[in-house]
């Protein structure tokens, strides 16, 4: 309505329609309706995503996720087909998702932390650390037994023969339970494990019955006489000293009769016998070390080959192991030289031995 100033009187008035023009709006946010992955599952389905659009039609849009394992099927957020997750591994998986409108340059972004949903795996196997038991001795132990479960779950066992236990996860004869040299060399032991759960597994393991082991070998490697955890030209050095002050003899049952562990552990071979043989088993092991090409001094000095030269390669079998606490150079030498000849004696002795 329009006055005229001049006569307040005088007024026109008109009617107008005014018509919004609606323009389109960029997204304000995305929303997923589910932040859980099972694991294990190939291509599986996440959630349901939606686009906070202020726009009647809501837009088209396309979606960009920012770890590559995941998809958005239409406006379903799911794994590839062939990817899965494991909570063992990965118990959260954080991703950005983008949301771009397709028609105009518009696009939201938002950041979700998915929690991947444990369950109970099932085990896969049973593992034992050994398959040898020592016939003649008491409560023998074999080995490690632990079941391979991606949960770690705890798991009780039972064992086929009655004659066999599972302690602390060690499988052994029995407390007082030996077994006697006329029973068969094999037997097939059958382990069940059994979950806290009900999970149950087995599986059978194939047992060598073997005869006792010498008191005087190392278990862990023969060849490392002082049982330092390293086989060095010492171990050979005490066998020599060893065979000098008592020669070639029979080992006793059980260390040397004063109840104490032996010191060193000779018997490299597990004979019983303490031998040249021995020390030409060291001596193969670091001639082995040298490479191959360079010769070997125990294939000069094998028992049986006449003629032998026991010190022709001598020169080349240093003792660059043998840590001595003196820095002085010339005691070094005098010491290995002193090493060697008893060495080269010994590997005599070897030579004419194999020769009668």
């Known amino acids: 309505m329009a006055t005229d100033r001049s006569d307040p009187e005088i007024q026109i008035s008109t009617t107008a ?64 087909a062939g990817e899965s997750l494991n909570f063992e591994r990965e118990a959260r998986v954080d991703i950005q998702i983008i949301a771009r409108e397709r028609t105009e340059d518009f696009e939201a972004a938002a950041d979700f932390a998915l929690s991947v949903l444990d369950r109970d795996d099932a085990p896969t196997a049973i593992v034992l650390s050994g398959f040898e038991v020592e016939e003649e001795t008491d409560g023998a132990l074999i080995g490690e037994v632990h079941v391979v479960d991606e949960d770690n779950e705890a798991y009780d066992f039972t ?43 087995g599986q059978s393991f194939p047992i060598q019955v073997i005869p006792p082991r010498s008191p005087w070998q190392n278990p862990r490697d023969p060849n490392d006489v002082n049982d330092d ?17 008592g020669g070639t003899r029979t080992l006793p049952p059980v260390g040397d009769g004063s109840g104490e562990p032996p010191g060193t552990l000779p018997d490299v071979n597990g004979d019983g016998i303490l031998s040249a043989i021995d020390v030409l088993l060291i001596i193969n092991e670091l001639n082995g070390r040298r490479g191959e090409g360079e010769g070997s001094l125990a294939s000069e000095t094998s028992p049986g080959s006449p003629g032998s030269q026991p010190e022709a390669d001598w ?4 003792f660059h192991d043998y840590d001595l606490e003196s820095r002085d150079l010339e005691r070094r030498r005098q010491a290995n030289s002193e090493i060697d000849a008893e060495l080269v004696f010994l590997l005599d002795q070897i030579s004419r031995d194999s020769n009668r």
């Open 159 to 201: 064992v086929s023969d009655p004659r066999f236990e599972i302690v602390d996860q060690q499988l052994k004869l029995r407390d007082g339970v030996q077994l006697t040299p006329s029973e068969i060399s094999q037997l097939d032991l059958a382990i069940v494990a059994t979950s806290r759960t009900g999970v149950r597994l």
């Open 229 to 245: 955890g390293t086989v060095t030209p010492i171990d050979v050095l005490l066998l020599v000293n060893e065979l000098n002050r």
């Open 315 to 318: 020169a080349n079998l240093r």
């Open 17 to 80: 329609t005014l018509v919004v023009i609606n323009v389109n709006e960029g997204p304000t946010g995305i929303h997923l309706n589910s932040a859980n992955v099972a694991e294990n599952t190939a291509g599986a389905v996440v959630g349901t995503l939606e686009v906070a659009d202020p726009d009647a039609d809501g837009g088209d849009y396309e979606f960009l996720v920012s770890d590559p394992r995941f998809t958005v099927d239409g406006n379903t957020l799911r794994l590839l």
